[in-house]
Nanobody
Framework: QVQLVESGGGLVQAGDSLRLSCEAS????????MGWIRQAPGKEREFVAA????????YYADSVKGRFTISRDNAKNTVYLQMNSLKPEDTAVYYC???????????????WGQGTQVTVSS
């Protein structure tokens, strides 16, 4: 099994930055791709960003492109989501997810974290 634990969420103002972290543990050798998915109140889960094992390929939702950056440190089994120029519409629970292949959707991942709340006030 693989365990994913997110951290770094919080309450910020519009225009601020936050960095989310997700540490993986357990049988991580099969987890080639990592992603971030978010869910706002009353809405369906939404794909945010994904990265391949090497970190060489990254994918973003149009809504965050140019503001968010996904990266990973394989030595630490950790994936990051740097979020800049945050907007109130970025308010959501952010989930870390992992799987064998990159998914640019909100489903298809094999492993999920518990989520971390990000709230952006206007």
């Amino acid at each position: 099994q693989v365990q994913l634990v997110e951290s770094g969420g919080g309450l910020v103002q519009a225009g601020d930055s936050l960095r989310l972290s997700c540490e993986a543990s357990g049988r991580t050798f099969g987890v080639n791709a990592m992603g971030w998915i978010r869910q706002a109140p009353g809405k369906e889960r939404e794909f945010v960003a994904a990265v391949t094992r090497s970190g060489g390929d990254t994918y973003y939702a149009d809504s965050v492109k140019g503001r968010f950056t996904i990266s990973r440190d394989n030595a630490k089994n950790t994936v990051y989501l740097q979020m800049n120029s945050l907007k109130p519409e970025d308010t959501a629970v952010y989930y870390c997810a992992g799987g064998r292949t990159v998914q640019v959707t909100s489903y298809g991942y094999d492993y999920w974290g518990q989520g971390t709340q990000v709230t952006v006030s206007s």
